[in-house]
């Protein structure tokens, strides 16, 4: 079966700390994978994504995520964060031959204290 | 307008009324999406339109009626729904997957938070 786990739903880290926001899939077809973010009272935004080629990606707001293949993982990570990165994180991921359809994971909701 | 609007942002509504919420793109996308958002449950795909056309209906319930006029609108028609149906109700746009680009991302609204009562 094809999904989409976030583990941790809730991780709080202080402020200027590393964070690293853990995603794995299943799937036995080839996959894209996506990250967006949700701040309070909005959409989700995309914050980068992985189709092909270099498995580490770079994103906005300083976020980068490394696909693995052999671990069948795509965490994000950030090296330093901002109180204004307090939001909740999606995984998603499409499934090849799947068309538009976007599994999502069940967020993880990152609180940086100051 | 940029981006993906919807409308309204906050809607109350009785069990037995009868609502629609409104959804506009302003990206030249030809795809649209009806998602489901509730606490502490993924994100549920309801509905996708491909250039009009209904692709996808993820076993939605009937008293959900979605509407896509043309490829920048998109409506979603509500009838005698329940409490349970209480949820953030959020809109995206894509190019279509005949684009050929199959890791296009979706753009969200900002969505239409609906109580219940």
């Known amino acids: 079966a094809q999904s989409v786990t976030q583990l941790d739903s809730q991780v709080p880290v202080f402020e200027e700390a590393p964070v690293e926001l853990r995603c794995n899939y299943s799937s036995s077809v080839s996959v894209y994978l996506f990250w967006y973010v949700q701040y309070p009272n909005q959409g989700l935004q995309l914050l980068l994504k992985?189709?092909?080629?270099?498995?580490l990606v770079k994103g906005i707001n300083g976020f980068e995520a490394e696909f693995n293949k052999s671990q069948t993982s795509f965490h994000l990570r950030k090296p330093s964060v901002h109180i204004s990165d307090t939001a909740e994180y999606f995984c998603a991921v499409r499934f090849s031959g799947g068309y538009q359809k976007v599994t999502f994971g069940t967020g993880t909701k990152l609180q940086v204290i100051p | 307008e940029t981006g993906v609007t919807q409308t309204p942002r906050h809607l109350v509504m009785g069990m037995t009324n009868k609502k629609s919420l409104k959804c506009e793109q302003h990206l030249g996308h030809n795809a649209m999406y009806w998602y489901k958002q509730s606490a502490k449950k993924p994100l549920e795909l309801m509905f996708v339109y491909n250039f009009k056309e209904q692709t996808e209906n993820n076993s939605v319930p009937s008293r959900f009626s979605p509407e896509c006029p043309n490829s920048s609108h998109l409506f979603l028609h509500l009838h005698t729904l329940q409490p349970e149906d209480s949820a953030l109700y959020l809109c995206?746009?894509?190019?279509?997957?005949?684009?050929?680009?199959?890791?296009?991302?979706?753009?969200f609204g900002p969505g239409t938070r609906l109580t219940v009562l």
């Open positions: 992985y189709l092909s080629g270099s498995t």
């Open positions: 995206a746009s894509s190019q279509g997957h005949w684009s050929g680009r199959a890791g296009n991302e979706q753009f």
